[in-house]
């Protein structure tokens, strides 16, 4: 049976729609490159690490690089990344994301974030969010990412629980995939077409609840 003790979130289209900046700076980096890439095609790179999303993106443009022109890429796009990030205020924190958190810890579960970003702690900086969590693990604390479950195990580990008292919210078909292999429910917040796998999916947290969400845990036992 599915207890809920802990949530897990992603932050890169959870709590904050830095998607969007993500896909503006790869763009950016392809473009400089000679090619160009689609927002449907950019979802193959939610929840996946920079060099990873570097690989798929020069895959996409037929482009080889050597290992040294592909770090200064990396290096290149996050530099770009980090002016958007630098310009967050708590504004763009997702509609309904605080009240939410504050359900949760009126009710003493657990928040946790559970993030591939290495810039994880800083954009929880700008948008003053540092202490809404109990629990942050990021990309620096990982070897392996979404769909490998460690992220979200390492959050479990954090919280001393075993997995299926932890459930994870999640914009990325990457993520829905860690969380199920990590043996946890997962939450999809997004599109239900993209994110098929999820056990339920939200469109954003101002529709739903705590109880309404402990509904669907019932009904998942
Ligand atoms: C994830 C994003 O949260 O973090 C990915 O969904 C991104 O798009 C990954 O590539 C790594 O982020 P960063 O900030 O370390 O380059
Ligand atoms: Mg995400």
């Not at 599915?2 to 998607?19: E, N, Q, R, S, W």
């Not at 969590?133 to 479950?149: A, E, N, Q, R, Y």
């Amino acid at each position: 049976m599915t207890t809920l003790k802990a949530c897990l979130f992603d932050l890169d289209g959870v709590i904050v729609d830095t998607a969007i900046y993500h896909y503006k700076a790869w763009r950016r980096m392809a473009n400089e490159l000679g090619f160009d890439f689609t927002e449907h095609q950019n979802e193959q790179l939610k929840g996946v690490s920079r060099m990873e999303s570097l690989e798929l993106i020069l895959g996409w443009g037929g482009v080889t690089l050597s290992d040294e022109e592909k770090n200064k890429w990396a290096t290149q796009k996050n530099e770009w990344y980090l002016e958007y990030i630098h310009q967050m205020t708590p504004d763009e924190i997702l509609p309904g994301v605080k009240d939410f958190l504050e359900s949760l810890r009126k009710a003493d579960i657990g928040i946790g974030l559970g993030s591939a970003s290495k810039n994880a702690r800083l954009i929880l900086e700008q948008i003053g969010m540092v202490d809404s969590f109990d629990v942050i693990i990021d990309g620096t604390h990982i070897t392996k990412s979404k769909p490998d479950p460690e992220v979200f195990l390492l959050g479990a580990k954090a919280f001393n629980l075993p997995p299926a008292d932890c459930v994870v919210f999640e914009d990325a078909v990457a993520g829905i995939e860690a969380a199920h292999r990590g043996g946890m429910k997962a939450v999809g917040v997004g599109s239900a077409e993209v994110l098929t796998e999820a056990d339920i999916v939200i469109s954003s947290f101002t529709e739903t609840s705590l109880s309404k969400l402990s509904d669907e845990l019932l009904g998942w036992q």
